[in-house]
């Protein structure tokens, strides 16, 4: 198993609140890495560090890629665009309108591909986002709860889509759900994060 | 009244109809067309006038030249603004030009300028000076405050620059755009129509205007008040249409 990456001794403090306290990982390259904690362990700061939103105080991340790509907490989409144009702002014309038209038909977006963004419900948004985030050129994606606001229904058959669309790829998500971790990856591939405690 | 406390578009007409009754009301107490003509009388000299050559000389030589004036201050706006977001300095290094601009008095800046330029140009400058500190205040502000989190998932997947403008920035200018064009437009016209009564370029609106006042010809001062009113109005539309028909042609892409 080769290391993609590797997060050593990170801190990172907010106004004086520290939100990681001296945390090390390694993700695996070309593999599935679930992160798991309670709310407030610095699991989003974490994925801010590794996508260079963020600067640690203390510690250093190894072996981070130039090409990241991420469905955010939000879905950060441009609101007045559509769902193809959204995607295609990220991959160019590297992709064809095909392709993407087929990626989100494939997550039941198919009557939704020219609508704008703003027209569509969250769990659509979100649909676009995932889409938006697997098609990049990325050598890694990172996964900031997202799932999050789909129904089961949505749910299994994104995970799907995210599962056959990852292979091969390094991928780090962020859950709060152990049946969502578990459908990504195994237990041993799952990095526990531990509650800060409070200063 | 529609469901969003809207006032359907018929009812803007309805008022102009009643501004106009007003109007005539008051024309039929005043009972002097020297003080006050009446609506149907100035209606009756802006036909007469319109039907001379010179009467649209007159109207394209003044639209030529504050729509040269508000372009390039749309221009310049727009240029300063982006530098100034980039650069927080220049804001401060500008600040008191705007300032300046702002609160100084057209009349002002048109007897000033006229000792620099000639009269055909001092239009176009003045239109450019009062229509530029609205546009760049407007502009940075929008900048300002254009969505962190959009920059951030740019930043993220390394969106080029050309797409971070046509894609984040200049959605989020539109409504600041808008709003910024649709009050530049009448400030436009009204200090480049000064500018015209006071530098007196031959053949302008700004010239007959003049002319009316030193003759006392109230007909012909409402007739050409009426078609500076309406070419602002019709002015103001078309940038606002053709701004929206741009950004809605961008975001069908």
């Known amino acids: 198993m080769s290391m993609a990456i590797e997060i050593k001794q990170v801190s990172k403090s907010y106004a004086g609140r520290r939100v990681l306290d001296r945390f090390s990982a390694a993700l695996p390259a070309h593999e599935t890495t679930v992160i798991m904690g309670p709310s407030g362990c610095g699991k989003t700061t974490l994925l801010r560090l590794l996508m260079g939103l963020e600067r640690p105080d203390a510690g250093q991340i190894d072996g981070l890629p130039d090409k990241i790509s991420a469905v955010f907490q939000e879905e950060r989409l441009c609101r007045p665009f559509s769902a193809l144009a959204n995607v295609r702002l990220v991959t160019g014309k590297s992709v064809s309108r095909q392709i993407i038209a087929h990626h989100l038909a494939e997550i039941g977006l198919s009557g939704s591909i020219l609508q704008p963004v703003r027209t569509l419900s969250g769990g659509q948004q979100r649909r676009v986002s995932i889409v938006r985030a697997m098609l990049a050129d990325s050598d890694l994606i990172l996964l900031d709860e997202p799932f999050k606001g789909l129904d089961a229904d949505t749910k299994n058959s994104v995970l799907t889509y995210v599962k056959s669309k990852a292979e091969g790829k390094t991928l780090l998500v962020v859950t709060h759900d152990a049946a969502e971790a578990t459908a990504l990856a195994p237990v041993d591939s799952w990095i526990r994060m531990p509650a800060i405690p409070a200063d | ?253």
């Open chain 2, 1 to 253: 009244m529609t469901a969003y406390g809207k006032l359907p578009p018929w009812t803007k007409l309805l008022s102009v109809l009643l501004a106009l009754l007003v109007w005539q009301l008051a024309a039929w107490l005043v009972q002097s067309h020297l003080l006050l003509v009446s609506p149907w009388t100035a209606l009756v000299r802006l036909v007469i006038l319109s039907g001379q050559g010179s009467f649209w000389l007159a109207v394209f030589h003044s639209l030529g030249r504050i729509l040269l004036g508000f372009a390039l201050a749309l221009v310049t706006g727009i240029c300063l603004a982006v530098f100034s977001a980039r650069w927080p300095l220049m804001d401060v290094l500008l600040w008191p030009y705007m300032a300046a601009i702002k609160a100084t008095p057209v009349a002002s800046f048109i007897i000033l300028c006229l000792i620099w330029l000639d009269s055909r140009s001092l239009s176009v400058f003045i239109s450019f000076l009062m229509v530029l500190p609205i546009i760049y205040t407007s502009v940075l502000q929008g900048i300002r405050s254009t969505d962190v989190q959009l920059l951030e998932m740019a930043q993220v997947f390394r969106v080029n620059r050309w797409r971070r403008l046509c894609y984040i920035y200049l959605p989020q200018l539109r409504p600041f755009l808008v709003s910024s064009c649709t009050v530049a437009t009448g400030l436009a016209w009204k200090a480049g129509i000064a500018a015209e009564v006071i530098g007196i370029p031959a053949g302008t609106i700004g010239e007959r205007l003049y002319q009316a006042k030193i003759y006392l010809d109230t007909g012909d001062l409402f007739a050409w008040t009426i078609v500076v009113v309406g070419l602002s109005i019709v002015v103001d539309k078309a940038i606002v249409h053709g701004l929206d028909r741009l950004f809605a042609c961008m975001e069908s892409r």
